[in-house]
């Protein structure tokens, strides 16, 4: 029987604060009967009620596969209330499923203020809306930067509570409280969006915080993105603080709906008092925070609390809100520190044994008013000190680059607990000073702090480098999942770098469910277009789009690649719809910039990065060629010009737009054929003769189909030069490890994954990396250090890699013809001597499982496909092999369809079910 479960609503499970009026529900089937074969669904009935209340959508039988992306088409959404739903399938005998557990979402409120979504002809009130705050920012400080509000009022409820919900939201970060508890357990909200244009608000449901008689509600500002310090800021524009305001403003909206009926609302507005004098003096995304436990306020946030010294607060209107449609920055999970050191007498340096973003909770005592200061810093240096001169630190001022320093002042009666809200850093080693006593390793624990995208992929194999490897690049996309995908969580930069994330966007795709995330942070893309169709560099564009820092090849074609690969992936085909006019003004003003179709004008304002951190950026590597790693940035903007030309036209062909669809693939036509013209010759061999000029080409399919293998071929010839290994940079590294495979070079591209010398991830590894490296040669031996100015230990660029990985290794591909997965290409390709692999990727149709076993004579590879999906299997065979599936040759096997054997490999076509195939190999292995 087929179960229909983990049912979301626009990517999220029971959201409160939903605001389209079309939202999409998936769900994710299961099977009593895993080793059934073939499953599906070929119908499903939809019903979603009011709360307990009117039925707003009954959906009928509908005859359809579809598990996701299936849009509400109910009664108009109310705002405010609560949908609860559930879901019945027909499976392919016409059998219906039992119901599925019920699952809710809740509507956000709206009107002017909230949000755009409501119905233009709805009739129904407006929600008034005030921001509200400190009326002169008396503790505002260019350097220092201000203390935190609290914000309070009081308030009756005449009776007790059915259901009761509050959206809240701040200009800069807040934490919102209600009858003496901190209300749910999102960190950094409302998180970061482009304040001028759009800010998030966070729905809770506080059913249970809620008393009949007086209750409290508060809140705790601080200045995080919008008033604090940005990356970046105080080098370019010469400012620290405050880029899009100074007034720390917040706004809410309680809704109760009592037992007796009547709705009971509390908004944000006069009647509200602030106070300047609570615990955290100063907090500072980037600097850290200072909390004076002196200065607590006990019962602030409880009824009762005399707050008649507390003054009234200043009442604005403020920006456009909109629902946050990603999972919530929060505590993901905690970390034991692995070694206590003191250096020099009173310094304990803490080791968390694993590179990561967040802060830190310690257990501590001290005299009233003592301090303790803890600084963080990803590495030691050579005297087992904390390393921090790649936060960018100037010695001349106390003040710049990325402090990562907290502070607690004690209140002095016993055991006190410090952890930090409204900052957070990326380190692996905390030092604190202050304590008058020797801690323990116990005192003091890592809490891990990032957008918790669902996991979706586990990996394991035989060879444990490459497991390592794995794991770094997992806690490196952790570590840069702030609302944003973050170039790294250290330095003061944490910038939403989109060449980072489009070369990454897939490796993060198979590591988590990363659907709402990149709804959020594609919106904040989008809204960084310049008017003349400049993609911005980095999102949200802090600076102004129009003036600096956007039209760069490679980092503005996420705009293309990242829509196109959550089509691919969740089937989302909103994304594109929501996507496309950016893309082609992006295609358009990179048109009439090159009107040769060449790219070597320097039409963006910023000098093309090109393939960022090439070979070519290494310092004093002796044996190594000091150039020739770099492809000529024109060749490399130029194949880029006509890839997002490519993924543009397929993107109109999605969405129906023929005319597009035909204009955009003319156009990439065209580049591809002045790219061939100017770059590469009869023989193949592309300007500057570089690894990554033909990977990009190979990938991006722009050779013509003669020259593909013979370009293969240059491209594993040019690892000579390097004494066999990458010269490639972050943007290429990943689609020539992808195309090593494709041409047939897959020995080659594990041996470069498996490599320990420097340039390779197992040089990282093995010495001490936890988390990827932003350069190749970040440290080395002998050497040192690189550049400090420039020097992160984890940025996930280079660790695209996770995609290869997960490709060729695992061998799990998503389909781009059969997009959402409804059908993926397992394609597993052994080497590198591993005896064993064993992945499961959870896709949005349920896991996908691959587990592997390799000999020389035997290949034996189990594959697990969902309900619903179907799955192409591509396994390698030699001439005289023998393939079978639970021991009877294919051909016979139940549910499988061989297709055909060609080029080394045999294809079969499955559905749903476990299966074991083995091949026997007449001779050795291709
Ligand atoms: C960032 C990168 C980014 C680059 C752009 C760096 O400072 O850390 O990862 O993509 O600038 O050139």
């Not at 490709?807 to 597993?828: L, S």
Request: glycine share 10%; charged share 25%.
């Amino acid at each position: 029987m087929l179960q229909p479960t983990r049912l979301r609503c626009e990517y999220l499970v029971d959201a409160v604060g939903i605001d389209c009026l079309e939202p999409r529900l998936s769900w994710v089937l299961q099977t009593d009967h895993p080793d059934r074969r073939g499953e599906r669904q070929t119908g499903w009935q939809i019903i979603v009620r009011r709360d307990a209340g009117a039925v707003a959508w009954n959906s009928g039988r509908v005859a359809s596969d579809e598990t996701a992306q299936i849009v509400y088409r109910g009664r108009l959404l109310e705002p405010c209330a609560r949908y609860r739903w559930k879901v019945r399938v027909w499976d392919g005998a016409g059998r219906p499923s039992a119901w599925s557990l019920e699952s809710s979402w809740t509507m956000g409120p709206w009107g002017p203020g909230w949000t755009n979504a409501r119905a233009n002809n709805d009739p129904r009130p407006a929600v008034p809306m005030n921001w509200i705050g400190e009326p002169l920012p008396a503790t505002w400080n260019e350097r220092e930067g201000q203390a935190s509000p609290l914000l309070r009022r009081e308030f009756t409820l005449p009776g007790p509570v059915r259901r009761a919900v509050v959206f809240a939201s701040a200009l800069g970060i807040y934490e919102l409280h209600l009858n003496g508890r901190k209300v749910g357990d999102r960190a950094l909200a409302p998180e970061w969006t482009d304040y001028h244009r759009r800010v998030q608000y966070q729905g809770y449901d506080v059913t249970g915080l809620l008393v009949s008689g007086p209750n409290a509600i508060g809140a705790m500002l601080a200045p995080g993105w919008f008033a604090g310090q940005l990356g970046l800021g105080g080098d370019f524009l010469a400012i620290k603080r405050g880029f899009y305001g100074r007034h720390l403003r917040f706004a809410a909206y309680l809704h109760a709906e009592l037992e007796s009926g009547t709705v009971v609302s509390v908004t944000t507005g006069p009647d509200w008092k602030v106070s300047m004098e609570g615990p955290i003096r100063s907090s500072d995304l980037l600097a850290g925070e200072t909390y004076d436990a002196r200065r607590e306020v006990p019962g602030w946030d409880r009824p009762g609390y005399d707050d008649s010294r507390w003054i009234p607060v200043f009442c604005r209107m403020g920006p456009v809100l909109s629902a946050q449609p990603n999972e919530p920055i929060r505590v993901v999970t905690t970390l034991a520190p692995v070694a206590l050191t003191e250096p020099s007498p009173g310094v304990f340096i803490y080791d968390l044994g694993q590179n990561f973003a967040g802060w830190v909770r310690m257990h501590l005592e001290g005299e009233h008013g003592a301090e303790v200061r803890f600084r963080h810093a990803e590495m030691l240096d050579a005297d087992g000190r904390i390393y921090r001169d790649n936060l960018r630190l100037d010695p001349k001022d106390s003040r710049s680059g990325a402090q990562q320093e907290d502070r607690y002042v004690c209140r002095g009666n016993g055991e006190e607990v410090f952890e930090p809200r409204f900052t957070y850093h990326g380190f692996r080693y905390v030092e604190v000073t202050g304590l008058a006593y020797k801690p323990s390793l116990e005192d003091l624990e890592g809490r891990v702090v990032h957008s918790d995208a669902t996991a979706a992929g586990e990996f394991s194999s035989s060879n444990a480098l490459l497991d390592r490897i794995m794991r770094a690049i997992g806690w490196t996309q952790d570590s840069n999942l702030h609302g944003v995908p973050t170039d790294c969580p250290q330095r003061d930069e944490r910038l939403g770098w989109a060449g980072d994330i489009q070369v990454f966007s897939q490796a993060a795709m198979f590591n988590r469910d990363m659907a709402g995330f990149f709804t959020k942070w594609l919106r904040d893309l989008r809204e960084g277009q310049a008017a003349d169709g400049r993609i911005p560099d980095f999102a949200p564009h802090a600076l102004e789009s129009e003036v600096r820092f956007s039209g760069n090849p490679g980092w503005g074609d996420a705009i293309t690649v990242i829509p196109w690969r959550q089509y691919v992936t969740y089937g989302d085909r909103r994304i594109l719809e929501e996507s496309f006019e950016s893309a082609r003004r992006w295609l358009d003003w990179s048109e009439r910039g090159n009107p040769d179709l060449l790219w070597r004008y320097r039409q963006q304002l910023t000098p093309i990065y090109g393939d960022w951190l090439n070979a070519d950026t290494f310092k004093d590597i002796p044996g190594l060629p000091r150039k020739g790693g770099e492809v000529p940035k024109e060749v490399y903007a130029t194949a880029w010009f006509a890839h997002s030309a490519s993924l543009t036209a397929r993107m109109a062909g999605v969405l129906g737009r023929t005319e597009d669809e035909r204009r955009y693939a003319d156009l990439s036509n065209r580049v591809t054929a002045a790219f061939n013209r100017a770059y590469v010759s009869k023989d193949g061999r592309i300007r500057g003769d570089t690894q990554a000029g033909y990977a990009l080409a190979l990938s991006f399919d722009l050779l013509p189909v003669r020259l593909r293998p013979i370009a293969a071929r240059r491209m594993v010839a040019a690892f000579k030069r390097y004494h066999g290994a990458l010269s490639t940079g972050f943007i290429s590294t990943v689609r020539m490890m992808n195309e090593l495979v494709r041409w047939g070079y897959a020995g080659e591209a594990y041996r470069l994954a498996l490599r320990r010398e420097m340039p390779s991830w197992g040089y990282m590894i093995d010495h001490g990396g936890t988390t990827i490296w932003e350069r190749w040669d970040g440290w080395v031996e002998g050497r040192g250090f690189q550049n400090p100015s420039m020097n992160s230990f984890n940025h996930y660029a280079i660790g695209s890699v996770g995609e290869w990985v997960w490709r060729t290794v695992a061998g799990i591909n998503p389909c781009e013809d059969e997009p959402g997965c409804r059908r993926v290409e397992i394609r597993p390709v052994p080497g590198g001597g591993l005896t064993e692999t064993r992945a499961v990727w959870r896709t949005i149709r349920g896991p996908v499982g691959v587990a592997w076993q390799a000999s020389r004579q035997v290949f034996e590879v189990e594959v697990s496909i969902p309900p619903n999906m179907r799955a192409t299997v591509v396994l390698p065979t030699a001439a005289g092999s023998v393939v079978t599936e639970g021991a009877v040759p294919v051909a016979k096997a139940h549910g499988v369809r061989v297709l055909g054997r060609r080029q080394g490999t045999i294809r079969m076509d499955i559905g749903s079910g476990t299966y074991r195939f083995t091949v026997m190999q007449g001779k050795a292995r291709a």
